[in-house]
């Protein structure tokens, strides 16, 4: 059997790609919190932002969020990164208030997360212990996990990051960071394995689809954009948009309309790419920062970044790239969600971790009501 690592020192190194460290806190801004009722054993601190946000504060160790049409409620990995907890905590949201609506306890902790296409399943990596777990949201049931044992070349095993579900293959798709990455591609059924994609770049970061193209994008820390056929696996293609220069690429959007593809920078470069999905040429860099998740919404045209060393969510114009609004969200927003119609976005706002590995404060999540 082959031992599992100290999940403190595996948190220490893949901290950055996970978007786990950050600046000193600062004060949030403060406003008139709404009067909501709180649930049985929760704080239900609110507050408004200066632009007028809806925030709330959850729990320490907060990660990815995601919207599911399935019941209308917003979900949040958290890992509940505190002293003497162990396991994690999916948390339901009402989307309008961030009220808790429900709770799933888990004996692993939550890092990120993917839906199925009807939003009744959960897909969760639980990059600790090197595993993927399988959520029922009907009845708040863990369906099934299958755990990783492959390391790198460096000897550490891998760490499971982003997830996405392709409809178009039924296939479930999970990054491991590790030396070089790998990228699994799972049975959503049975939580098996189909096939691992290998040699993958070094730290295995962001995946996005394009199912008209049959494609799979991945983003590594070799500064690579990795072009992947769903229907052979096969990485056919790897751009550089930074040429030789050192980059950390991490997350990724795609708008199929003007086949422009977006690749943020937050350590590096400090930027984000735009290139022509058609050749990986690049039509220009965003000057916008620190770049950390990012979002494309079409019903709007409008590209959401986040920048966790300004501690701030950029509204930009799709087509010119105008800056539109600047929401101050500090001390570090992590992870961005639409809901169904595009009308709100909602942001995962992390804080620093202590010396020893810990949150230092309760993370927060944000509904940000789009212009």
């Known amino acids: 059997m082959i031992p599992r690592p100290n999940p403190l020192l595996l948190l220490a190194r893949t901290a950055l790609l996970l978007a786990a460290c950050g600046l000193s806190s600062t004060a949030f801004a403060t406003g008139e919190a709404p009067q909501l009722p709180p649930a049985p054993g929760d704080a239900q ?27 209308q409620s917003l979900y949040v990995a958290a ?7 162990q396991g994690g905590v999916i ?43 399988k959520i029922d949201l009907k009845e708040g049931k863990t369906l099934g996990r299958i755990r990783f044992t492959e390391k790198g070349k460096d000897g550490w095993p891998y760490g499971p990051r982003s997830a996405i579900y392709s409809a178009d293959n039924d296939t479930l798709y999970v990054g491991g960071v590790g030396d070089p990455g790998v990228i699994w591609a799972i ?27 049959h494609r799979l994008y991945a983003a590594n820390g070799d500064g690579e954009v990795l072009v992947i056929d769903t229907r052979t696996h096969a990485i056919e293609q790897r751009w550089k948009p930074a040429g030789d ?22 350590s590096q470069q400090k930027t984000t790419f ?75 706002v992390k804080t620093p971790f202590t010396p020893d590995r810990f949150a230092s404060g309760p993370g927060s999540v944000v509904r940000i009501e789009l212009p």
């Open 45 to 71: 601190q609110y507050q408004l932002t200066q632009e007028g946000a809806l925030r709330r504060e959850l729990s320490p160790g907060i990660y990815q969020v995601r919207y599911s049409p399935f019941n």
């Open 79 to 85: 890992a509940e990164a505190r002293p003497g907890v």
């Open 91 to 133: 948390y339901q949201l009402d989307p309008e208030t961030l009220a808790t609506k429900g709770l799933i306890h888990t004996d692993e902790k939550n890092f990120g997360l993917a839906l199925n296409p009807t939003g009744d399943t959960l897909f969760v990596t639980n990059s600790l212990a090197g595993a993927v777990s």
């Open 187 to 213: 049975n959503p059924a049975d939580m098996t394995l189909r096939t691992t994609i290998e040699n993958a770049g070094k730290w295995m970061t962001g995946l996005l689809l394009d199912p008209a193209q």
């Open 245 to 266: 220069a050192k980059a950390l690429l991490l997350n990724l959007a795609f708008d199929d309309k003007t086949q422009r593809l977006y690749v943020t920078d937050h």
């Open 274 to 348: 735009v290139l022509d999905a058609r050749d990986g040429s690049v039509i220009t860099r965003l000057p916008v920062g620190d770049s950390m998740d990012i979002l494309l919404n079409p019903t709007r045209n409008q590209l959401y970044i986040g920048h966790r060393d300004q501690g701030t969510v950029s509204i930009l114009d799709a087509t010119d790239y105008r800056e539109l609004q600047t929401l101050h969200l500090p001390p570090n927003p992590n992870s961005l969600a639409l809901d169904a119609d595009g009308s709100h976005l909602y942001v995962t």
